[in-house]
T-cell receptor
Framework: QQQVKQSPQSLIVQKGGISIINCAYENTAFDYFPWYQQFPGKGPALLIAIRPDVSEKKEGRFTISFNKSAKQFSLHIMDSQPGDSATYFCAALYSSASKIIFGSGTRLSIRP | DGGITQSPKYLFRKEGQNVTLSCEQNLNHDAMYWYRQDPGQGLRLIYYSQIVNDFQKGDIAEGYSVSREKKESFPLTVTSAQKNPTAFYLC?????????????FGPGTRLTVT
């Protein structure tokens, strides 16, 4: 119930392509779904987040698509660049919760 | 500059020694967290604290201890009882455990025990 399942574990995309990372959850009480980006040797940083009352949120080249009925959400990186190479974590939480539930992470590599 | 400071960035210890990792935040956040990250792995929660003088075990608390005597500080001690202490340790904070969603991470401490 508290898990967030993330796939794929690793992903290689050509420069200029679209990177897609998927996550699924079970707990319908979750009401906030952030994505974190982590570069090697650094702490994760919040990239973009969505609430379940919207189906899509876009910030620059990064878009979250949210499917409430399927309990799935995904991160799309358009026009992927080598600088996007990092590990991405999806997460879920509800406002009164003390803990954020993280997915297992996706290592993204963008080939030049 | 507001943020989370973890020191040192790299830490080396001999097996059998306890070691304390520092985490300080000047964001005035109530909640603080410690995570462990192994190579190519996700984030595993060690301990968290919602208010001063109170903390709870996370998913992998065995072999670790924490204290929360001040709002801005949440040090983590890796004891000799931790069987595989070599890892990347991340501290995080959040304005409050309930009612606020944003969680911010520090830069991490890489601990190597030989």
């Amino acid at each position: 119930q508290q898990q967030v399942k993330q796939s794929p574990q690793s992903l290689i995309v050509q420069k200029g392509g679209i990177s897609i990372i998927n996550c699924a959850y079970e707990n319908t009480a979750f009401d906030y779904f952030p994505w974190y980006q982590q570069f090697p040797g650094k702490g994760p940083a919040l990239l973009i987040a969505i609430r379940p009352d919207v189906s899509e949120k876009k910030e620059g080249r990064f878009t979250i698509s949210f499917n409430k009925s399927a309990k799935q959400f995904s991160l799309h990186i358009m026009d992927s660049q080598p600088g996007d190479s990092a590990t991405y974590f999806c997460a879920a939480l509800y406002s009164s919760a003390s803990k954020i539930i993280f997915g297992s992470g996706t290592r993204l590599s963008i080939r030049p | 500059d507001g943020g989370i400071t973890q020191s040192p960035k790299y830490l080396f210890r001999k097996e059998g020694q306890n070691v304390t990792l520092s985490c300080e935040q000047n964001l005035n956040h109530d909640a603080m967290y410690w995570y462990r990250q192994d190579p190519g792995q996700g984030l595993r929660l060690i301990y968290y604290s919602q208010i001063v003088n109170d903390f709870q075990k996370g998913d992998i608390a065995e072999g670790y201890s924490v204290s929360r005597e001040k709002k801005e500080s949440f040090p983590l001690t890796v004891t000799s009882a931790q069987k595989n202490p070599t890892a990347f340790y991340l501290c995080a904070s959040r304005p409050s455990a309930g009612g606020s969603y944003e969680q911010y991470f520090g830069p991490g401490t890489r601990l190597t025990v030989t």
